[in-house]
C-alpha cells in the first residue's frame, strides 16, 4: 500500500508522539476505513527496529520501503528540524 505523507500531515502531527506523528496519520488517511488514530502507531523496538501498527497488525522494517528514510524523517520531526521534514511516499506490504 502506498502511504503518502504530505504537508499537512507534517503540520499537524505533533513531536514524540507515535498515535499523532505525521507518518501515523497518513497511514490513517490510507487505509481509508474509519481507523482510530490509536490505533496505529509508529515507534522503534529496543529504539533498534521500525514498527508500524495498524490495529492488530504489525508492520516491521522489512515490509516497509524506504525504512531508513522514515527514521531519519523521525528524527528530524521529533527534534524540531523542519526543513528537513518534508513530505514523501512509502510502500508499505
Known amino acids: 500500500m502506498k502511504i503518502n505523507i504530505t504537508q499537512k500531515d507534517i503540520d499537524n502531527g505533533m513531536a514524540c508522539d507515535e498515535y499523532k506523528c505525521p507518518i501515523a496519520l497518513a497511514i490513517k488517511r490510507a487505509f481509508n476505513k474509519g481507523v482510530d488514530t490509536n490505533e496505529v502507531s509508529v515507534s522503534y523496538e529496543d ?3 521500525l514498527i508500524i501498527r495498524v ?7 522489512s515490509d516497509i520501503d524506504k525504512h531508513e528514510h522514515i527514521g531519519n524523517f523521525i528524527s528530524w520531526f521529533d527534534n524540531g528540524l523542519l526543513d528537513s521534514t ?3 511516499t512509502f510502500n508499505l506490504s
Open 47 to 49: 529504539g533498534q527496529e
Open 86 to 88: 518534508t513530505p514523501f
Open 55 to 61: 490495529g492488530t497488525d504489525y508492520h516491521h522494517q
